[in-house]
């Protein structure tokens, strides 16, 4: 997963979010427990998010706001 991780960072890094996200899925379908891609993961949805609000596609903001909220549990249970 860290090969993983590291080319989810640089996608992210690089506002390439779709690609970020599927490595990020990929780094959890590996090791589902994994801090840093559940962690990254929700910052892509949020990002994704974002630019459904930009664009002004409400529905799709509003469908990745809750998948990132849902990724938000993830993240506590993570870090615990």
């Known amino acids: 997963p860290d090969l993983l ?7 992210f890094a690089g506002g390439q979010l779709e690609d970020a996200l599927a490595a990020f899925d990929e780094a959890l379908r590996l090791d589902p427990g994994n801090r840093r891609a559940v962690v990254g993961r929700t910052d892509v949805l ?3 998010a974002a630019a459904a609000v930009e664009r002004g596609d409400r529905k799709d903001a509003l469908a990745l706001a809750r998948d990132s909220l849902r990724g938000s549990a993830g993240v506590e249970a993570a870090l615990e």
């Open 5 to 11: 991780l590291g080319l989810a960072g640089a996608y």
């Open 46 to 48: 949020a990002g994704l």
